[in-house]
């Protein structure tokens, strides 16, 4: 079975520092990865989503790169700001395309 | 376009009340599906429909019950809540992927429901 870990669990900065959030996959079969924001008490919005055959995607100051083959997905936040303070997930799609693994997140605070 | 809705935002129940979460999509998606949340314990889906017509079951969907009514709508019951059904539940749904490009997975807000 897929097994997605964030690590760290919780992580606080000062703003303006550039950060990675790292998430890893124990099998590199996958579809897509797709990275997620949740604001206390709301839903995940999604951020960036990487197909397999991709290595990195960029959103504003967001870059989401995949290393399949080392089960390795991290999303670099540069400059950071107080309101990127969240939760930030990442899920991995399975080729049957009905599955989605969800790792458990990484609680950002950034300090202003 | 609205996304994904879920109804009711809060409820409370008591133990042994049933009550029903409705979910609706307006993006056209084949797949949809229903997630609990809970502290430390990450997402874990309970019941998911492929496509209209098919329903599947998750990780954890003892206690729970779902009907993909149409391709618009999946819903999820609680036929006789249990305090351990205490959590936030989301609907989220997906396109089917095709040839032509990557199908993002869309959240509704969550509904919180609270058993006493």
């Known amino acids: 079975k897929q097994e997605v870990t964030q690590i760290p669990a919780a992580l606080s900065v000062p703003e303006g520092e550039n950060l990675v959030l790292n998430c890893s996959f124990t099998?590199?079969?996958?579809?897509?990865l797709q990275w997620f924001r949740q604001d206390p008490g709301k839903g995940l919005t999604s951020l960036l989503l990487?197909?397999?055959?991709?290595r990195e995607q960029t959103s504003g100051r967001l870059n989401a790169s995949l290393d399949k083959s080392s089960g390795r997905s991290t999303l670099y936040i540069a400059a950071s700001q107080p309101g990127d303070s969240a939760t930030y997930l990442c899920?991995?799609?399975?080729?049957?395309?009905?599955?989605?693994?969800f790792g458990s997140g990484t609680k950002l605070n950034v300090k202003p | 376009n609205a996304g994904v809705t879920q109804t009711p935002k809060f409820q409370v129940l008591k133990t042994g009340q049933s009550m029903t979460l409705q979910c609706a999509q307006d993006m056209n998606h084949n797949s949809m599906y229903w997630y609990r949340q809970d502290p430390g314990m990450g997402l874990r889906l309970i019941y998911y429909s492929a496509s209209e017509g098919t329903t599947d079951k998750g990780e954890v969907p003892n206690g729970y019950n779902v009907s993909r009514l149409n391709k618009r709508e999946f819903s999820l019951r609680l036929e006789s809540a249990a305090p351990s059904q205490t959590s936030v539940y989301f609907c989220?749904?997906?396109?089917?992927?095709?040839?032509?490009?990557?199908?993002?997975?869309?959240f509704g807000a969550g509904s919180r429901l609270t058993v006493l």
């Open positions: 899920a991995v799609r399975a080729y049957n395309f009905n599955k989605f693994y």
């Open positions: 989220a749904s997906i396109r089917t992927p095709t040839s032509s490009g990557a199908n993002v997975l869309t």
């Open positions: 990487i197909q397999s055959s991709q």
């Open positions: 099998d590199s079969a996958i579809y897509n």
